[in-house]
T-cell receptor, first 117, second 116 residues
């Protein structure tokens, strides 16, 4: 049981290049999401998905694209990289349910450190 | 507009003492609150959570208190250990099944250092 796996761990891009950050989970979680972490700002939600075929925007979606064709995978695409997208990116998944009135926590991947030059 | 705020960027405590980390929120629709711990070069890991129907939740050395009227929560670590040194994030989300479920809003984080 690997949990949430992100690849790559590090990436350097040139301005204008595109790339896809991969995220896979093996816990059969319905909910998956992408966050970016910047100094002094905590983690901010980019996009999220409540199930295969369903995605929605978070707080900072501009410049990013997502799709969810399977329960396991939730890739994040940078369409045309900009220096402002230099950040650490985290993918997370959580079980979509209502267990006795309590919510359930999100499990995070190890992160992808992206530098755009 | 920062809906979840951790106003103390850092906290330093002595081993064995209590650590108290604070968090304030502004959105009254938040229904569920979580604390995450993060070590450098790793993803956040879940620590403890609390539903808005409770005012306290304990798990070993960790206790989370929620004051809904003040829109304030705190994490108490007793006794603190050097291995607790990390960045602590509080996060909030809406009710399961609602449109905000699964969307976590994080505070800026507090760096906790526990000295031996």
């Amino acid at each position: 049981n690997a949990g949430v796996t992100q690849t790559p761990k590090f990436q350097v891009l040139k301005t204008g290049q595109s790339m896809t950050l991969q995220c896979a989970q093996d816990m059969n979680h319905e909910y998956m999401s992408w966050y970016r972490q910047d100094p002094g700002m905590g983690l901010r939600l980019i996009h999220y998905s409540v199930g295969a075929g369903i995605t929605d925007q978070g707080e900072v979606p501009n410049g990013y694209n997502v799709s969810r064709s399977t329960t396991e995978d939730f890739p994040l695409r940078l369409l045309s990289a900009a220096p402002s997208q230099t950040s650490v990116y985290f993918c997370a998944s959580s079980w979509g349910g209502w267990a006795g009135g309590l919510n359930t926590e999100a499990f995070f991947g190890q992160g992808t450190r992206l530098t755009v030059v | 507009d920062q809906q979840v705020k951790q106003n103390s960027p850092s906290l330093s405590v002595q081993e064995g003492r209590i650590s108290i980390l604070n968090c304030d929120y502004t959105n009254s629709m938040f229904d569920y609150f979580l604390w995450y711990k993060k070590y450098p070069a790793e993803g956040p890991t879940f620590l403890i959570s609390i539903s808005s129907i409770k005012d306290k939740n304990e798990d070993g050395r960790f206790t989370v208190f929620l004051n809904k009227s003040a829109k304030h929560l705190s994490l108490h670590i007793v006794p603190s250990q050097p291995g607790d040194s990390a960045v602590y994030f509080c996060a909030a989300s809406g009710e399961a099944g609602g449109t905000s479920y699964g969307k976590l809003t994080f505070g800026q984080g507090t760096i906790l250092t526990v000295h031996p």
